[in-house]
Nanobody, 125 residues
Framework: QVQLVESGGGLVQAGGSLRLSCAAS????????MGWFRQAPGQEREFVAA????????SYADSVKGRFTISRDNAKNTVYLQMNSLNPEDTAVYYC??????????????????WGQGTQVTVSS
C-alpha cells in the first residue's frame, strides 16, 4: 500500500555532512507524520527526527539537535534528513518511517506504520 525508498547514505569523514532522502509512493494520501530512525549493530532502533504533514512541527533526539534538520516536500512525497557535523557515533543504518495517525509527531518506533529498507551511514574518524 505504501512504499518508502531511501537514498543518500554513504561514507563520510567526521565533521562532514550527508543528506538522506525518502520517497513515498502508493497510498500516500493516508500518511501524516514522517520520521527517521537509526540502528547501530547490537543496538535498539532509536528515534532521530520526525516532522508533521505540514512541516510545522518537528521533533529531534537530543543527540542530534542542532546538527540534523528534517524537512519534507509533499509535492514530491519526500522527506529529507540533512545531517551536519557528523561524528562516528552517528554511524548506523538509517530508516525512514511514516505514520497514518494524524496530529502527532511520534518519537516511538512502534507507532509508525511503514518503513523503508534502510540506508547505511558510516562516519569515519
Amino acid at each position: 500500500q505504501v512504499q518508502l525508498v531511501e537514498s543518500g547514505g554513504g561514507l563520510v569523514q567526521a565533521g562532514g555532512s550527508l543528506r538522506l532522502s525518502c520517497a513515498a509512493s502508493g497510498r500516500t494520501f493516508s500518511l501524516n507524520t514522517m520520521g527517521w530512525f537509526r540502528q547501530a549493530p547490537g543496538q535498539e532502533r532509536e528515534f532521530v527526527a520526525a516532522i508533521s504533514w505540514s512541516g510545522g512541527r518537528t521533533s529531534y533526539a537530543d543527540s542530534v539537535k542542532g546538527r540534523f534538520t528534517i524537512s519534507r516536500d509533499n509535492a514530491k512525497n519526500t522527506v529529507y534528513l540533512q545531517m551536519n557535523s557528523l561524528n562516528p557515533e552517528d554511524t548506523a543504518v538509517y530508516y525512514c518511517a511514516a505514520e497514518k495517525t494524524p496530529y502527532v509527531v511520534d518519537r516511538r518506533a512502534s507507532e509508525y506504520d511503514y518503513w523503508g529498507q534502510g540506508t547505511q551511514v558510516t562516519v569515519s574518524s
